[in-house]
């Protein structure tokens, strides 16, 4: 089964600091792998996927995420944090041959002035 | 339209009431799915809906009926709900069969539903 995990459910940097955000995956197939945002009340926005391709995968607002084969990790980083990235983040992976997507435990993310 | 529009975007419901949610897409997208998200926790699929027809069901109680009348359109119908089944409710679409659907899910606003 696949699976994601997040390490630390909660982040916090400083405003212009490196945001990194991390998440591992365990597939016995080749995954696919998404980071979406998650402002307050409001629904899933798509920042990046990887699906085949490019490891380092950019994707909306700065940020991006490289996909490493040999650590089964995906975590996602912007060299310079702005307030506005304040939010809940979650990784997701695709299960098997269904159209499942199985979402993280997300990480919220504190950006401090 | 790249977006996935759903309605109301606040529900408050008794015990005994009936409601539906809606949820409608324009994206010529033939996947579409029901998810359920408690405060403070990563949302978990409830439904899935390939070509109209219910592909996945996650177990789900009887007291939550979906329904996907046309290619656009997802309702999820609730009866006899209970307190604990106070959520975010997101609509999702994308395109069927795992290659195409991970060009991207594209996910609604959600419904606040509290059940009273």
């Known amino acids: 089964a696949q699976s994601v995990t997040q390490l630390g459910s909660h982040v916090s940097v400083s405003e212009g600091a490196l945001v990194l955000l991390r998440c591992n995956y365990s597939s016995s197939v080749p995954p696919y792998l998404f980071w979406y945002v998650q402002y307050p009340n409001q629904g899933l926005q798509l920042l990046l996927k990887y699906t085949t391709g490019a490891t380092l995968v950019k994707g909306i607002n700065g940020f991006e995420a490289e996909f490493k084969k040999s650590e089964t990790s995906f975590h996602l980083t912007k060299p310079s944090a702005h307030m506005s990235d304040a939010a809940e983040y979650f990784c997701a992976v695709n299960i098997g041959g269904a159209q499942k997507l199985v979402f993280g435990q997300g990480t919220r993310l504190t950006i401090n002035p | 339209d790249t977006e996935v529009t759903q309605t109301p975007k606040h529900l408050v419901m008794g015990m005994t009431n009936k409601k539906s949610l809606k949820c409608e897409q324009h994206?010529?997208?033939?996947?579409m799915y029901w998810y359920k998200q408690k405060a403070k926790k990563p949302p978990e699929l409830m439904f899935v809906y390939s070509y109209e027809k219910l592909s996945i069901n996650e177990s789900v109680p009887s007291r939550f009926s979906p329904e996907c009348p046309n290619s656009s359109l997802l309702n999820l119908h609730l009866h006899a709900l209970q307190p604990e089944d106070s959520a975010l409710y997101l609509c999702?679409?994308?395109?069927?069969?795992?290659?195409?659907?991970?060009?991207?899910?594209?996910f609604g606003s959600g419904t606040r539903l509290t059940v009273v």
């Open positions: 994206m010529g997208h033939r996947a």
């Open positions: 999702a679409s994308s395109h069927v069969g795992r290659e195409r659907a991970n060009y991207g899910y594209t």
